[in-house]
């Protein structure tokens, strides 16, 4: 990969990395430093690194170093703010208090799970993309979002009664 690839990368997937690995963290300034530190082990990885799999290259070292920093910073917070007694009516409810209570779903997941979702629902990947980032067989990557988006729909029903 060429530096003017690479400049090419940076502005073409900077705010993808970004999202994901908010969405994992919850917290926008290590989301930043992750994003950050995956730029430059792409960087430093230059020269091993073709162009046409910078973009799963640079999602694979974000979604592992996100991981890593949730182990060890020890930040899973479950169901703090998650009112499990609150009625939703997707009619009447505004979207917001229905984001935040899907996002407090979201952080009950396993790592894994939440990622694989993140990467499949929210940023569009194919299965077989996901579990390239994320070092998993497709059927494996399959597997866990059928679970994930059980329990998801578990949470959310729940929420509802």
């Given amino acids: 990969m060429t530096t003017q690839e690479y400049n090419e990368c940076v502005e073409l997937y900077a ?27 792409l960087w430093k990885n230059i020269e091993s690194v ?39 009516a997707p009619d009447r409810a505004d979207r917001h208090e229905l ?20 990467l499949r629902d929210y940023e569009g990947y194919a299965y077989q993309e996901v579990g390239e980032i994320l070092s998993l067989t497709e059927s494996q990557v399959k597997v866990y979002i059928f679970r994930g988006r059980q329990k998801l729909q578990d949470l959310l029903l729940e929420v509802r009664h």
Avoid at 62 to 77: G, L, M, W
Avoid at 100 to 116: G, I, K
Wanted: proline letters at 1%; one cysteine or more; glycine letters at 0%.
């Fill in 99 to 118: 984001h935040d209570q899907l996002h407090a779903a979201l952080n009950t997941l396993s790592e894994v799970q939440r990622s694989c979702i993140l």
């Fill in 15 to 41: 705010n993808r990395v970004l999202r994901l690995v908010l969405r994992v963290l919850r917290n926008h300034a290590d989301a930043e430093d992750i994003v950050q530190i995956s730029f430059e082990v």
């Fill in 50 to 88: 073709a162009f046409e799999k910078a973009r799963s290259y640079l999602f694979t070292v974000a979604s592992r170093k996100a991981i890593d920093h949730i182990r060890r910073n020890s930040r899973t917070t479950y169901v703090e703010d998650f009112a499990p007694n609150s009625a939703i």
